[in-house]
């Protein structure tokens, strides 16, 4: 199993699972599906509309519905958090090599440098670069500075954390975790993880220092582990009541 260890610039440690060739392939394939049946309904609107004697207008059209499929990944990795749908169906998802969400030019560079990772290389110089290198980066990756992980996270029997089912009347501790947003929710997992399989109580109290300082807040509990799992309990509390 290959991973990845990043240093956030909150100097916190988390472990990922790097995406495997495998889920780039299949992810890809997905993706290709859904351009392809994007370009079967514009044909069938075209024809249907009568729209082929290609006037003015009509090749407006053409070209305006030619640029989403030629702009799917870049537009769907900004728009979802360094996901396209196919990613987001394997699992894995685009972060910048310090751990935090990539920038647009790390995502434009991804983008721009498919063209010699697939387009011009008929795939191979993507395939091998992805095959080959100890990260499984393809040239925009290396590039950008960026790298595929695994959105799931690597826990074991004894590398789970309790998160009680909050009863009707459950008591929320920090009603401003409300705030926090999935991928804030997601680090805050990793940590208890990675500090339950190491012993390295150092990155609970980081990201408990971390949470403080985003929701304005201060701790009540004196164990940061279990500030941690409150933060936890009160936001699934919190957000199934919406």
Known sequence: ??????????????????????DRVVGAIIDWLIIIA???VIMATFVFGRLQNFSGTSRFLLVLFAL?????????ELLLNGQSLGKKVMGIKVISLSGEQPSFSQYLN?????????????????????AATEKKQ?????????????TKLRTGLNDTWYEPTASDNYQVNYPEVIDLKDNDIQLIKEVIVTVRRTGNTMLS???????????????RHSDP????QTVLSDYNHLTSKL
């Open 138 to 150: 393809r040239l925009g990756d290396l590039i950008a500075g960026t790298v595929l992980v695994k």
């Open 68 to 76: 989403p499929p030629v702009f799917y990944d870049l537009a769907s």
């Open 205 to 219: 109290l980081q990201a408990q220092q971390k949470i403080e300082q985003v929701l304005h807040i201060q701790s």
């Open 38 to 40: 994007y370009a079967v």
């Open 1 to 22: 199993m290959n991973t990845i260890t990043i240093t956030t610039p909150q100097n916190t440690e988390i472990e990922y699972e790097l995406g495997s060739l495998g």
């Open 225 to 228: 582990m279990m500030f941690l």
């Open 110 to 130: 991804r983008w721009v440098f498919r063209l010699v990772d697939f387009t011009f290389s008929s795939q191979m110089v993507g395939f091998i670069l992805v």
